[in-house]
Every structure is written in C-alpha cells, then in structure tokens.
C-alpha cells in the first residue's frame, strides 16, 4: 500500500522520507567542502615542502658538492610523505563515494514509499515504468523529481474548486505576467524577454523602463561603482527628502569613506568632497563628525585605528539594499516581487489549507469556503506580509472587501454593508450598538 495523499498522517511520513533524503544531501555537501578545503591545504603545504627541497637540491648543484646523506633521507622522507598524502586523499574521496550511496538510498526509500501509491512498478535498479509510459531509464535525481511533483501537485491543486476561481485562460495569463515582473525584478531581463516572446504577452516599454533603469544601477553598485546612484539621487533629491529617505547622504558618506581608503594622498581630495554634506548636516551632524574625525588617523592608517569600521565592506550591501527600498518606493515598487511574496505566503499557507480541505471533505461540508475573496479561517502569515490594514465586521464576523466594504453610519459606528442590509427594517436602521435610528442611505463607504 502507497500513501494516501488525503491522510494528512500519511502526508506527514511523506514529508519525512523527503527530509531524510534532504538531510543526507546537505551531509554529502558539508563534506565535499571540508574534503575540498582539506585537499586545497594539504596539497598547498606539500608543494611548499617540495619547494624548499628543490631549493636545496639547486644549491648544492651549483656549488658541484656531492649528495649528502641528509639530503637523500629528506628525498626518502618527502617520496614517503607525497605517497601518504595522496593516500589519505584517495581515503577521504571514497568515505564521499559512500556517502553519496547513503543519498541514494534514501532516495530508494522514498520512491519505495510513494511508488504504489502512484501506480508506479520497478522492474530493476535504474529503471521505472508508469502505468501510462513506456519503460524508460530513470536516474535517481530524475525520479525523485518526478515523484515529488507527481505526489504533490494532485493535493495542492485539490485544496480549491476551480469553480473558485476566474477562467483558466486568464489564470495562465495573470501568472506569466507575474513571472515575467519578477524575472525583470531580479535582472533577469533576457530570460523575461524570451518568456514575453514564446507566451506572446505584450509588455509595454512604460513598465520594463523602471526596471531596466534599477538593475543598471543595481549593477553599477554591486560593482563598487557610486556614479550612476548619485546621479539618479540627485535627479530624484526632491521626491527622496519628501519621503525621508537617506539616500543620498549614505551615498556621499561612501563615496568619502572610498577617498579615506585611498591614504594621506586622497586626503586634500576628501577634505573638498567633504562640501558635499553641507546639505544633510542637521539630520547627520553625529555621522559627519565620525567622518571628519577619521582624517586625523589617516596618516597612521585607518585600518587600525578606532575608526575602523567606515572601512567594513558591510557599506555596500547596505547601501545596496537602502537603494532597492527607496527607489522602489519612489516608483511605485514592491521591493518583494508579488510572484515571491505569493510563493512565501502560499508555503505557510498551503499546509494549512490542506488541512482544512481534509475536514471539509471528512464532514461533507463543502459549502464552507465559496468565496474566492476570503479563506475558510484565518492564517496568520506574520508582520512581513502585513500590507495595509484590515476591518473586520462586528456583527457578522467577516472581514470586509470590495463587494461588501466597510460602511460608517451616522453615530459613528462602522460595520459591513452586509450587516447593514440585514438590519434594516421598515425602511429604517438602528444601530446595534446605539439605540439612534436613521436612513440607511446617510451611511458612507469608509476606505482605509
């Protein structure tokens, strides 16, 4: 007997076999690093013990002295030491040899677990035959793959009726242009542009140009290179002080920080670079004295002195990252693609839903969740992905939405339109939390 994806116990050992296989992956990975590591400084402090011998050897030919004795047992040893090295390297490569094994094991497992379950049959080690495919060669990553999509896609897919949601053609196209912004989002413009061809979007030059213009200077700064975030600062001063943003400031600092690397030559060129924080000395007084205060040590040299910390390389993923914020923020970016912010909820998500679906289905009560604006329960997905606030109604327990938005009514008091409607009577409301009577047209649409 397989797995049966609508127990959720079963779900669980599933998900166990595939951490285990996890595990022994992330055990094979830590030792190709130490064993890489390991082979780099034994091969480094062999080649120097080589060296010298080599040296010596070279010395004594020139002077035309015969080989010593002591020489020949160093050649001896050093023969001797080369042999060892090479041994406990060869060693060491077959403990990873078994531990690869171990992985594939563990991959064994878990296609013995799942396999039944989905109709699957193995004839032999390294083949695998579907109920619907032909016998083929499957490689262990390849049938993990295969297995795991297999498994579960049926169950996500299953959590919602399609009949939830809008006509697949729309669905598939939402999506591609979720991808497509992401993609460009995370510079990949020639995979974006390739997707646009072969799905046929049409993605206007208003939309790409924001992008374009972030990742060239994404770039210039992963590079070390201040210029074209200054210039873009100083064209967007403005918009960027109206929304408080230190931008500019942060990118001056670095750029005088860099002049403070360059030693007692860059010294008079830092002191004029120096003006340019002129315009952010009341907010930045503290950090401009810390920067001016440096240039007393520079002769000494910054590196050791105690204002080594304007030298950390940490700057620039900071300012990195400080960019990103403001400047999607200023165009009217998330900083977070959607299609990411999507996949992170959906992962916390996902488990429960597929809980919940387990229990619809148990107590066949399927009208439970009918609305594709809402959730059968609340999940709480934490403060990252709180985005705007949210009014629940008082009366009917249900969180408000563009269908049914929240409604203020004379006294004061807000509910859903919903409960509006269900209290009217006679052509008048009363208030359930007041006793005033009034029109129920005087009520007015709240928009937070």
């Known amino acids: 007997m397989g797995p049966d994806p609508a127990d959720p116990s079963q779900a669980e050992a599933t998900m166990e076999q595939c951490a285990c296989v996890e595990r022994e992956l992330d055990k094979v990975l830590q030792k190709f690093l130490t064993y890489g590591q390991h082979c ?183 590079e070390q290179d201040l210029g074209p975030a200054l210039e873009w600062a100083v064209s967007h001063r403005q918009r960027l002080l109206e929304l408080n943003s230190s931008l500019e400031f942060k990118l001056h600092r670095l750029h005088f920080i860099r002049l403070l690397a360059g030693g007692p030559e860059k010294q008079l060129e830092a002191l004029s670079y120096a003006r340019h924080f002129q315009p952010f000395a009341q907010l930045h007084q503290r950090e401009i004295q810390v920067m001016m205060g440096s240039l007393v040590y520079l002769r000494l040299g910054l590196e050791k002195s105690p204002y080594c910390h304007l030298l950390d390389n940490s700057h620039w993923a900071e300012i990195c990252e400080t960019f990103t914020r403001d400047a999607c923020s200023l165009l009217g970016l998330s900083v977070e693609s959607p299609l990411s912010v999507s996949f992170a909820s959906g992962c916390v998500a996902l488990p429960v839903l597929m809980n919940i679906k387990a229990v619809i289905e148990q107590r066949q009560c399927t009208g439970v969740w009918s609305h594709k604006d809402e959730l059968p329960i609340e999940i709480e997905l934490g403060m990252k992905c709180w985005y705007h606030s949210v009014f629940a109604c008082p009366i009917l327990r249900q969180q408000t939405s563009d269908s049914n938005p929240p409604i203020k009514l004379i006294c004061g008091h807000v509910i859903s339109r919903d409960a509006l409607n269900k209290l009217i009577n006679g052509g008048k409301l009363k208030c359930p939390y007041c006793p005033m009577e009034q029109n129920p047209a005087d009520g007015k649409r709240i928009i937070f």
């Open 40 to 222: 780099e400084q034994s091969l480094e402090e062999l080649l120097h013990y080589v060296g010298q011998l080599r040296a010596e050897l070279a010395s004594a030919a020139l002077q035309g002295t015969p080989l010593s004795a002591t020489l020949s047992l160093v050649m001896s040893q050093c023969c001797r030491k080369i042999k060892d090295t090479v041994q406990k390297l060869a060693s060491d490569h077959k403990d990873i040899h078994s531990s690869v094994s171990r992985v594939g094991k563990a991959i064994d497992r878990v296609s013995t677990w799942l396999a039944p379950g989905l109709g699957w049959e193995y004839p032999e080690a390294g083949m695998y035959k579907d109920s619907k495919e032909s016998q083929q060669e499957c490689p262990h990553h390849q049938a993990l793959s295969l297995l795991l999509c297999q498994n579960f896609d049926s169950e996500i897919c299953g959590v919602v009726s399609d009949a939830v949601w809008d006509a697949r053609e729309q669905q598939q196209q939402i999506l591609q242009m979720a991808i497509v912004e992401h993609l460009y989002q995370q510079g990949m413009l020639s995979v974006a542009e390739e997707l646009c061809q072969e799905s046929t979007l049409n993605v206007d030059l208003d939309f790409k140009q924001p992008f374009l213009e972030l990742n060239r200077i994404l770039e210039a700064l992963h």
